[in-house]
């Protein structure tokens, strides 16, 4: 995995256009890929115990040949994108947002997909045979709907 | 509704800076605390979130000293941790007086920034969001459960700009000149947040106070250690003790003869300057200059802030 293939697939997959991912960096290590700034590389930072840099962007698999974007990498760069976005009504997002898979017929090609609602982008999908397979990390879905 | 008991020694504590004032601190104290939230440019359009919540029936009521801080007046039945906009990271629930610490710092895009004690990130996000996601922060923590929340919200909120890192903030020392701004929020007995967690009280002593005193005392030095000449300081607790508060900034005045207290001033806030006595102690004058923030002046939770610069 390298900084081409990331934005290369970024680009094949969803149309993202490679210039915006100009001013970033990819850190890329054990199968993690973090997205920052240059200027953050460009730091002094001798000394520092580091846990993580930036954000977790998405993670890939060498041996299998895959990559996939996180829901918060997707929020970020989702806006940016022209395919394979599947847009869900209120009751789906609701579902989706709790934790539940959807079936749902799209022109989305099989892989993974732009969840929108409206002009939001909601994150991460798995698209196959007619089902969207739920990718929101459990930690932050929902688990009862808004009140108001 | 069910109100704390609040321990004898605790009430007893303040009545000597506030005489009579004493009871409304105290029913202050056993008051819940306003529900606020900010809004995250980094990811949000402030003004089309503000009309969406609106348009879902949120009550809204600007903070005055934060553009983008807002109190829900009808939290109770909205669940902000419900709501699309948290999902989304366009809004994050943060209590209105710790809006004020990032404010007081006032990051600049280009600064190399250190968050000493930073868990679980309120602070940080908001200060990358200041610094429109430029610049570099550098938010630590030794504990690593909360540096996983940490992670989270940074993630949640969007923020590239921040490194994060595990350490005991005292090895900062080592470190020398190295950032242009330090937040120091320090851990403190939590005095001002009864307000929201009333299991405060079962951990309050003086005893514990004068603990954390000593490890305040330990990371304000640090802080000052790694600051760049010319760069400032922010301390703040979320508590009133003086021990924690002006005790430590007198001690840092004791040992470094190369900082000064600056005078702070925010729009909108109400707030007193730090005391000069505690206890038949006294401390350096300068200590005037920093800012006590009662859970009465504001209806907020309890503060106390100082901005040191490194000359
Ligand atoms: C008041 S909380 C910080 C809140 C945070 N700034 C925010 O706004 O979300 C204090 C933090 O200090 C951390 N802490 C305690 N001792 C520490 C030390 N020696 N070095 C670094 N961090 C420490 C605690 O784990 C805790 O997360």
Redesign the interface.
């Known amino acids: 995995m390298n900084r081409a293939k990331i934005i290369k697939w970024m680009e094949q997959r969803f149309g993202i256009n490679r210039g915006i991912f100009k001013g970033?960096a990819f850190i890329i290590k054990n199968g993690k890929v973090w997205?920052?700034?240059r200027?953050?590389m460009n730091?002094?930072?001798?000394?520092?115990?580091?846990?993580?840099?930036?954000?977790?962007f998405g993670r890939y698999s060498e041996r299998k040949g895959i990559f996939k974007p996180?829901t918060?990498a997707l929020?970020?760069f989702g806006k940016y994108a022209s395919r394979n976005i599947v847009e869900l009504n209120e009751r789906e997002?609701d579902d989706y947002?709790t934790g539940y898979d959807l079936e749902k017929q799209c022109d989305a090609g099989e892989g993974y997909v732009i969840i929108k609602?409206k002009h939001?982008?909601?994150g991460c999908g798995l698209y196959r045979n007619g089902i969207i397979k739920n990718q929101i990390p459990k930690?932050?879905r929902?688990?009862?709907?808004?009140?108001? | 509704m069910k109100q704390p008991i609040l321990p004898g020694k605790f009430k007893a504590r303040y009545a000597s800076l506030l005489g009579e004032e004493n009871k409304i601190f105290l029913k202050y104290c056993k008051m819940p605390l306003r529900k606020s939230i900010r809004i995250n440019t980094i990811?949000a359009n402030a003004k089309e979130v503000v009309s969406a919540l609106k348009d879902?029936?949120?009550e809204l009521e600007r903070v005055p000293w934060f553009k983008y801080g807002y109190w829900v007046k009808?939290a109770d039945?909205?669940?902000i941790g419900?709501?699309?906009e948290y999902?989304?990271?366009y809004i994050y629930p943060q209590e209105a007086a710790s809006m004020l610490p990032p404010i007081i710092l006032n990051p600049k895009q280009e600064d190399?920034v250190l968050d000493m004690a930073a868990a679980p990130g309120s602070k940080t996000t908001q200060l990358a969001q200041m610094m429109d996601?430029?610049?570099?922060i550098?938010a630590?923590d030794k504990d690593t459960s909360r540096?996983k929340a940490l992670?989270?919200n940074?993630?949640?909120c969007?923020?590239?700009?921040?490194?994060?890192?595990?350490?005991d903030g005292i090895?900062f020392k080592?470190?020398k000149e190295?950032f242009d701004l330090v937040l120091l929020d320090a851990p403190c007995s939590g005095e001002g947040v009864i307000r929201k967690s009333w299991n405060v009280l079962s951990r309050w002593s003086v005893n514990m106070i004068n603990n954390l005193a000593g490890l305040q005392k330990g990371l304000i030095g640090a802080a000052i250690e790694t600051l760049k000449p010319g760069g400032v300081l922010v301390y703040s607790t979320c508590t009133l003790a003086p021990e924690e508060n002006e005790g430590v900034i007198d001690f840092a005045l004791k040992k470094f003869d190369n900082i000064k207290v600056e005078k702070v001033s925010v729009e909108g806030l109400k707030w007193r300057n730090g005391i000069e006595e505690w206890e038949g102690k006294s401390f350096n004058s300068e200590v005037k200059k920093t800012m006590r923030i009662w859970p009465q002046d504001n209806d907020t939770q309890a503060f106390f802030i100082a901005k040191v610069r490194k000359l």
């Open positions: 970033y997205l920052t700034s200027e953050v730091r002094e930072l001798r000394g520092i115990k580091i846990e993580s840099v930036g954000l977790l996180t918060n929020q970020i997002r947002l609602y939001h982008v909601l930690a932050r929902r688990y009862s709907v808004e009140e108001v | 990811k879902k029936g949120w009808n039945k909205v669940a419900n709501s699309l999902f989304l990271g190399f996601n430029k610049g570099c550098v630590n540096i992670r989270f940074l993630d949640v969007g923020v590239v700009n921040t490194i994060v890192s595990r350490m090895w080592e470190l190295r």
